[in-house]
């Protein structure tokens, strides 16, 4: 399509007596980039859905010119912005994991504006959803389409949506957090893909908080904070010499400025402290650290049949050992089967070759020496898990404090004390203890993952994985997480098992790395050592693949012991 220049002056967003949006002006002609960044609730996403007519019901949008091409925003109705958008403007949501139907396979979500937009023959239009799955980086495109969202990944429904978004050539793309769930190397693609986009003479914006991907791709930058601009320019500028305190704190939380096991949010200087084996606190008294592992998985194997009726293979070799007070973490692209290893090592599914330990005792095995459950279950309360969409994982009927009481009720505290340990748990993920009545919608993403923090330690576990655990926050939001992660792995002995595609995160938190390639470790060992001297060309073309700051190519010296060699 052709792009036409996007002109917003004044535009400010109201919900009630509350305004969320205020006074942000910007110029996106064909051909250019701009980005807004700022933390979880500073107005990013609301501006993105205002331009295609999608602030909210009950919102008040007003703009001193808000105008597409000779479309004037402000006065546009509803018919007029069923056929733009789509069309004319694409739209990749943020939320993967809820944003796709689940009853429907995935090559009818990228299908869909194809059809209601009358564009080819039927014949044509199924020949481009498979040329746009294949052009978004999905693997099997033929196999994929066919499947539903529920079947696939995480970064495999971030990729359909992005198809579905660009299936026809809009001249406007508005992205919102359109690589949270990729790996590196897809997120290349992907950036490459938005290069060509942009090379064509299309125009995009780009709502982000990974700050290498807007330093790659953006042309102007606008700072967010509490509703407004606080700073606004162009991105050389503002990485290279921010004026305002809060540009300045967003590029101190990245993880890949500061030295590993180091405080990351404002005010918390000085490393985090790591502390040596813990022994169990009550449960099992006979088991003695660090000799014992505190869980073990060898040579796990798992394959599926899929809905072509063939077998794949999607984990096989797979060792893992896990020690309290340490972090193993785990990288790979999407369906390289990162979260199939962890489910089994949870003991949600069972393995068909190899097995896991915890603490010594039989824990997951294949069949033939399989462990029932009702064996496992006292034991269950001592592994938890804390997941990358917490608002997925919560019953939206309860409130804070039920949530956070029937996590308790599993780790066995009694009735009558639970309301004040609940207090207790909101205390140590930095929470307020009036959060305890609300509601989980009620609640920012950050504030939802400290929830599923709190509720993830409630039962007093020995393990928690952590699967992709601040892929979804902010800088500043997710340095929080991750110190707070750190305080609590020090206070309470815990073993991580961190799965990440962000790279920055892995480097800050493992003292172990797995590289996982096609269902396989295809490199482990320390994660300094990796992050020195990558051995394996795909976890050398991972660490390259990996947007960098301008600053960082001289930070990093700074640090040899953590250099990046990417």
Request: net charge positive; aromatic share 4%.
């Amino acid at each position: 399509m052709e792009a036409k220049h996007l002109i917003v002056e004044g535009l400010s967003v109201s919900f009630g007596a509350r305004r969320v949006v205020e006074d942000v002006s910007f110029e996106l002609p064909p051909g250019k980039v701009v980005a807004l960044v700022g933390e979880s609730g500073s107005g990013k996403s609301v501006t993105a859905r205002s331009l295609v007519g999608l602030a909210g019901p009950g919102a008040h949008v007003e703009a001193r010119r808000f105008s597409y091409g000779e479309h004037d925003l402000l006065r546009l109705p509803e018919r007029a912005w069923r056929r733009l958008r789509g069309k004319d403007i694409g739209f990749v949501l943020q939320d993967a994991l809820v944003s796709l139907d689940p009853l429907r396979p995935v090559g009818k979500e990228v299908l869909e504006p194809l059809a209601l937009h009358g564009w080819g023959t039927r014949a044509g239009r199924k020949a481009r959803v498979l040329e746009l799955l294949e052009q978004a980086g999905v693997p099997e495109p033929q196999l994929r389409a066919g499947q539903r969202s529920g079947q696939l990944s995480g970064g495999l429904r971030q990729r359909a949506l992005i198809a579905s978004a660009l299936a026809l050539g809009p001249g406007l793309i508005i992205a919102d957090e359109p690589t949270t769930a990729l790996d590196a190397t897809v997120q290349a693609r992907i950036l490459d893909l938005f290069e060509e986009i942009r090379a064509a003479g299309s125009s995009l914006l780009l709502i982000s908080h990974d700050l290498g991907v807007v330093s790659r791709l953006a042309d102007e930058v606008l700072v967010m904070h509490q509703g407004r601009v606080v700073e606004q320019g162009p991105i050389a500028q503002i990485l290279a010499a921010p004026r305002h305190p809060y540009t300045r704190s967003l590029l101190d939380a990245r993880p890949g400025l500061q030295p590993a096991r180091t405080r990351l949010g404002p005010g918390r200087p000085g490393p985090v402290p790591v502390s040596g084996p813990v022994p169990f606190l009550s449960a099992m008294p006979q088991m003695r650290l660090p000799e014992i592992p505190l869980l073990e998985a060898r040579q796990l194997g798992k394959r599926y049949r899929g809905p072509d009726r063939r077998w794949r293979q999607v984990i096989e070799g797979i060792d893992i050992t896990l020690h309290a007070g340490r972090t193993v973490g785990i990288v790979g692209e999407s369906g390289s089967g990162k979260s199939t290893a962890a489910r089994i090592v949870m003991g949600l599914l069972e393995p068909d070759a190899g097995e896991v330990t915890f603490a010594g005792e039989p824990w997951s095995g294949p069949a033939g020496a399989r462990v029932p459950e009702h064996a496992r279950r006292p034991r269950r309360r001592h592994i938890s898990a804390i997941y990358q969409d917490p608002l997925s994982s919560f019953d939206p009927r309860w409130n804070v404090g039920q949530i956070l009481e029937d996590a308790l009720a599993v780790g066995g505290c009694a009735p009558a004390k639970r309301r004040d340990r609940v207090a207790t748990l909101l205390e140590q993920v930095r929470l307020p203890a009036d959060l305890f009545s609300r509601g989980p919608l009620q609640l920012s993403g950050g504030q939802r993952q400290r929830v599923a923090i709190a509720r993830a330690i409630a039962s007093n576990p020995k393990v928690i994985v952590c699967d992709e655990p601040v892929s979804a926050l902010d800088v500043s939001v997710q340095a929080q997480v991750l110190d707070l992660l750190a305080e609590l792995q020090e206070q309470l002995g815990l073993a991580y098992l961190f799965i990440s595609h962000d790279l920055d995160v892995i480097r800050h938190v493992s003292d172990e790395l797995l590289v996982m390639s096609q269902g396989r470790i295809v490199e482990r060992g320390s994660t300094r050592r990796i992050f020195e001297d990558p051995r394996h060309p795909y976890t050398r073309q991972l660490l390259a693949a990996v947007p960098r700051l301008p600053q960082e190519a001289f930070i990093a010296p700074l640090v040899p012991e953590y250099a990046l060699h990417a």
